[in-house]
């Protein structure tokens, strides 16, 4: 069964940073892209970055760009979301998912970022 | 970027009803869109994917269409589990970008 388990959401001030995980588990981790996506209280769905299988093509969402960074280690089963330069706009449930032909096809639960002082 | 655009926003349905959304692409994307469903404080399920394939596991009253611009989610007969807010999803290029979702209700 396909597992993805996110963590390392919290309260954070502006300006600060923060550090997703995602753990993987039930497929080979390794054979897919993955994409981290966020939704703000009460809003939509927006993709935010998106690594390739061997971690060696990434790319984000404009909103993102130079102040967060996807990262995985193949060898941990882990994805990975750097935030820096936290502004209240990023305050969403963050998704990581798996990437299959440009769609998400697993979902995690899902981890809170709050964003305030 | 791609924009997405759905309609209606919500729809108020009975169970039973068939139900049809639409999505919209600012630009031709052949046949790359999936639709989710989500339903409060869960996380979005697959449930079409390449305009018109249903998602392993997915109930047949669940079905999509269209290509280019213009695409469909029809709900054949809406059961009380279908409650919830629908979105699409463009799968062509990057950014990713969805719809800004449609909210089924409860007639």
């Known amino acids: 069964e396909v597992q993805l388990v996110e963590s390392g959401g919290g309260l954070v001030q502006p300006g600060w940073a923060l550090s997703l995980s995602c753990a993987a588990s039930g497929f080979t981790f390794s054979s897919y892209s993955m994409s981290w996506v966020r939704q703000a209280p009460g809003k939509g769905l927006e993709w935010v970055a998106e690594?390739?299988?061997?971690?060696?093509?990434?790319d984000y969402a404009d909103s993102v760009k130079g102040r967060f960074t996807i990262s995985r280690d193949n060898s941990k089963n882990t994805l990975y979301l750097q935030m820096n330069s936290l502004r209240a706009e990023d305050t969403a449930v963050y998704y990581c998912?798996?990437?299959?032909?440009?769609?998400?096809?697993?979902w995690g639960q899902g981890t809170l970022v709050t964003v305030s002082s | 970027d791609i924009q997405m655009t759905q309609s209606p926003s919500s729809v108020s349905a009975s169970v039973g009803d068939r139900v049809t959304i639409t999505c919209r692409a600012s630009?031709?994307?052949?046949?790359?869109l999936a639709w989710y469903q989500q339903k409060p404080g869960k996380a979005p399920k697959l449930l079409i994917y390449a305009a018109s394939s249903l998602q392993s596991g997915v109930p047949s009253r669940f079905s999509g269409s269209g290509s280019g611009t213009d695409f469909t989610l029809t709900i054949s007969s809406l059961q009380p589990e279908d409650f919830a807010t629908y979105y699409c999803?463009?799968?062509?290029?990057?950014?990713?970008?969805f719809g800004q979702g449609t909210k089924v209700e409860i007639k």
């Open positions: 630009q031709g994307i052949s046949s790359w």
């Open positions: 999803q463009q799968t062509n290029i990057f950014p990713r970008t």
């Open positions: 998912a798996t990437v299959v032909g440009g769609y998400f096809n697993y």
């Open positions: 690594i390739s299988g061997s971690g060696g093509s990434t």
